[in-house]
């Protein structure tokens, strides 16, 4: 009876209970989404962070069920029957496709189902089939958006009362909560624009345009557009916060297209951003952030799934038009991960190793879940994304040997070479920043750029031990940063909770034979981690050493970290910001509202 229900099934019934599977998920994804206001209203930062967790496993939860209705047509008290295709052999891709593409061709986000329908093609049939007749390698559609019926945004021109305009803006967005001072809002966001941006004149020429789609994130909200005048266009963002009486109140003003890329960086968490159309929020977020892919701008809006269908296939299209070898990545090989580049492509490959050599005592199967517990977790803005790939098939003749070499010393048991291709059975893929060791050696003559650099380094620390994240390897080759200058972790293999860490001052020797002692006199558990001991292995040159203790020698001592660990037990989210503090508005009075 299963292989018959299997076998009669339509093409068309298959692409229905597809499409329908995608389409209870992408519901449930929108609740979620859109109760973002109502959680940003209640200042609800707990229940904030849950939401954005739980809706990352939507996708996975969703894609399982679908899976499971096309390989067991019965679901018995005992349990599933063996899947009697365990290939998917009695699938007709090519015409499930077809019939797949008339059911989503008039939808608004047409683009994510096709994403989908990889997804299920690719569990069905065990990873076996990648090619464009089977899925969506390529998209079926030359515009990824059908046309709009009604603008994304607001518009608003001064004439001739700024100040009016811009109350008018901030009033358009209809928070149930009242603005703690609109007159004042406006003044600061003037003034920062001439300070910032003279060259732009306010004028009766000026015309702002904002976004209808409020982008929620950690304790912000944040609306996003463009200031256009004769003169050129800028970008413009404005957090709104919340102040300890429940009042709203705008944190500062960012026209300026890196900082706004900050804003939206893959090391921050996916925004809660509420849009019937992904393609043309993703396309109007392109014009104001040209620097940024498709792919990194849709999973910014928390669309991370399709951020990977648009990785790949940019990635394809690079491949075919580049001529470039893999190589081994530069800096200190790591002891988990064999990491390779693409010189031409900005974009870090990982894979881990078959065998870890001591000290690691983590399996491959623990660094995936470190690798998950990131993809999870609030990065705020000191964590890099990743994109995680199975059985990827790439061109052998784009490997350099040095590199094919080092795949069959280390990663043998992932990796598969034919005389055509490597195979890769799982990696991972980030974003490439110079190692922050590297940047610092070749910097250690510009005492400007090594304070930035090394203050950075402290702040990220202090950034990730305030989200709960405790790196574990503090070593600065686990650190990379970005051209915007910001210090990013990387190297997940040892990174845990900060609340499971056990933080001690290193005990006072008892005996003067203590106190000569070449070996450690006093016990250590497996969580114990002595604070003291960082300043000794993380910088071996005195200047680095003294100039990083100046900036941040309180992560020197474990009463800082028991102190944050306190923090966190007592439920409390901690104001990270992604631009620069020194940019918020009426910092004298910040403490007042």
């Not at 690719?122 to 089939?129: A, C, E, G, L, P």
């Not at 004769?230 to 916060?241: H, R, T």
């Not at 003003?253 to 890196?258: E, G, L, P």
Request: net charge negative; aromatic share 12%; glycine share 4%.
């Amino acid at each position: 009876m299963q292989e018959q229900a299997n076998t009669h099934r339509s093409s068309e019934d298959t692409a229905v209970i597809i499409s329908s599977g995608f389409q209870i998920y992408r519901t449930r994804y929108q609740e979620i989404t859109v109760g973002a206001k109502k959680r940003f209203e209640r200042a609800a930062w707990l229940d904030a962070r849950e939401a954005g967790h739980y809706r990352l496993l939507l996708y996975k939860e969703h894609l399982r069920s679908v899976v499971l209705h096309l390989t067991h047509a019965e679901v018995t008290l005992e349990g599933l029957h063996e899947d009697p295709y365990p290939e998917g052999e009695a699938f007709n891709w090519p015409q499930i496709k077809h019939c797949y593409l008339k059911l989503i061709e008039n939808l608004p986000d047409r683009e994510l189902y096709e994403t989908f329908f990889n997804s299920v093609q690719r569990q069905v049939s065990k990873d076996k089939y990648v090619n464009n007749a089977h899925m969506f390698v390529e998209s079926a559609f030359a515009e990824a958006a059908l046309p709009l019926t009604t603008d994304i945004y607001y518009t608003y021109r001064s004439s001739g009362d700024i100040v009016q305009m811009i109350e008018e803006l901030l009033n358009s967005f209809n928070f149930y909560l009242h603005w703690k001072d609109l007159l004042r809002d406006a003044g600061n966001i003037l003034r920062c624009l001439v300070e910032d941006r003279p060259e732009i004149r306010v004028s009766d020429d000026l015309e702002v345009q904002m976004l209808k789609t409020v982008f929620y994130r950690n304790k912000s909200a944040y609306l996003i557009g463009k200031i256009i005048t004769s003169k050129g266009i800028w970008p413009v963002a404005l957090p709104v916060l919340i102040n300890a009486n429940g009042l709203l109140y705008v944190d500062t003003i960012v026209c300026d297209a890196d900082e706004l890329s900050v804003i939206f960086s893959f090391s921050r968490s996916y925004f809660m951003a509420d849009t019937p159309s992904p393609a043309h929020l993703v396309a109007y977020l392109h014009t104001l952030l040209p620097q940024k892919t498709r792919a990194e701008l849709y999973s910014a809006l928390g669309f991370h799934k399709h951020g990977k269908t648009e990785f790949y296939r940019d990635f394809v299209v690079h491949l075919e038009n580049s001529d470039d070898q893999f190589v081994t990545a530069p800096g200190i090989k790591g002891m988990v991960m064999c990491v390779f580049i693409l010189p031409s492509y900005k974009t870090v490959f990982k894979i881990i190793k078959d065998r870890f050599e001591p000290p690691k005592k983590s399996t491959p199967e623990e660094v995936k879940q470190s690798y998950t517990l990131v993809k999870r977790h609030d990065r705020v803005g000191r964590m890099a994304d990743t994109q995680e790939f199975t059985n990827l098939k790439l061109p052998r003749a784009r490997f350099s040997e040095d590199l094919l070499n080092e795949l069959r010393n280390v990663a043998a048991c992932s990796v598969t070479l034919t005389d055509e291709h490597v195979v890769i059975k799982h990696l991972y893929t980030e974003r490439l920043m110079t190692p922050l060791n590297l940047y610092i050696e070749n910097e250690r003559d510009n005492e400007e750029a090594l304070k930035n650099a090394l203050d950075e380094y402290g702040n990220a620390i202090k950034d990730l031990a305030a989200a709960n994240i405790f790196p574990g390897d503090l070593l600065l080759k686990n650190f990379g940063i970005t051209r915007h200058g910001r210090v990013v972790f990387y190297d997940y293999d040892e990174i845990c909770y900060l609340e499971e860490v056990n933080f001690r001052t290193i005990p006072e020797p008892r005996t003067p034979e203590e106190e000569m002692s070449a070996e450690i006199w006093y016990t250590v558990g497996p969580h114990d981690v002595f604070p003291e001991e960082f300043v000794s292995f993380l910088f071996a040159r005195p200047n680095i050493k003294k100039m990083f203790t100046e900036m941040h020698g309180e992560l020197f001592t474990a009463e800082y970290w028991q102190q944050l660990q306190q923090a966190i037990e007592d439920g409390v989210v901690a104001d990270i910001f992604p631009y620069r503090r020194k940019k918020r508005f009426a910092r004298q009075l910040i403490s007042e509202l």
